[in-house]
């Protein structure tokens, strides 16, 4: 059974940074994609683009509107994905998900298989 817990959001200024992280059990995290999406107030769930992405061999990809700010990175050892949000805006306030497929090494499959309950970033202005 395939778990995803994602913790590190909370409440920042804009300009300020945030850490999220998501721990991956019950499945071999380093052999599939990882990634972090997102759920703006009023909004429904972003699954066919991620906020960023890293592939089993470690390439990532972001959004548009994160990169340059965002870093995603995943510690295969420790079954943990993360993301680091420097530079925060106010519209990146959202539930921030990570998600898995396994049946996706290359970031191509979306909607992802499994998915964590998300975590809340707020940014103020």
């Known amino acids: 059974q395939v778990h995803l817990v994602e913790s590190g959001g909370g409440s920042q200024q804009a300009g300020g940074s945030l850490r999220l992280s998501c721990v991956a059990s019950?499945?071999?995290?380093?052999?599939?994609?990882m990634a972090w999406f997102r759920q703006a107030p009023g909004k429904e769930r972003e699954e066919r683009e991620g906020?960023?992405?890293?592939?089993?061999?470690?390439?990532?990809t972001y959004a548009d509107s994160v990169k340059g700010r965002f870093t995603v990175a995943r510690d295969n050892a420790k079954g943990t994905l993360y993301l680091e949000m420097n530079s925060l805006k106010p519209e990146d306030t959202a539930m921030y998900y990570c998600?898995?497929?396994?049946?996706?090494?290359?970031?191509?499959?979306?909607?992802?298989?499994?998915w964590g309950k998300g975590i809340l970033v707020t940014v103020s202005s």
């Open positions: 998600a898995t497929d396994k049946r996706d090494m290359r970031c191509l499959t979306f909607p992802m298989d499994y």
């Open positions: 019950g499945y071999t995290t380093s052999r599939y994609c």
């Open positions: 906020v960023a992405t890293v592939d089993s061999d470690g390439t990532t």
